[in-house]
Nanobody
Framework: QVQLVESGGGLVQAGGSLRLSCVAS????????IGWYRQQPGKERELVAA????GTPYGVKDRFTISRDNAKNTVYLQINSLKPEDTAVYYC???????????WGQGTQVTVSS
């Protein structure tokens, strides 16, 4: 079992930056890929950035940077030059391939004002 807790969301002005954090706990040794999705109002959830177990980012959208600190069981999402369209609930996602399971956090709200 893996638990994921996101933090760092909030209300920011357009053009600013934000760093989200996701802390994994539980059976973290089995986690391979970990990343971030977002769900904008009225839209489907979409991948914004992920990093493989080897540390290779993939699926990274423009203005986003993902980093992983395995020692702290934490993954970060840096968002620069925020736009109102970035307003969404951002979810942390982790894959445990050995049991063919994907785990989700509860999400953190990011609201960007114009």
């Amino acid at each position: 079992q893996v638990q994921l807790v996101e933090s760092g969301g909030g209300l920011v002005q357009a053009g600013g930056s934000l760093r989200l954090s996701c802390v994994a706990s539980g059976s973290t040794s089995g986690i391979s890929d970990i990343g971030w999705y977002r769900q904008q109002p009225g839209k489907e959830r979409e991948l914004v950035a992920a990093v493989s177990g080897r540390g290779t980012p993939y699926g990274v959208k423009d203005r986003f940077t993902i980093s992983r600190d395995n020692a702290k069981n934490t993954v970060y999402l840096q968002i620069n030059s925020l736009k109102p369209e970035d307003t969404a609930v951002y979810y942390c996602n982790a894959r445990v391939a050995s049991i063919n399971r994907v785990f989700w956090g509860q999400g953190t709200q990011v609201t960007v004002s114009s």
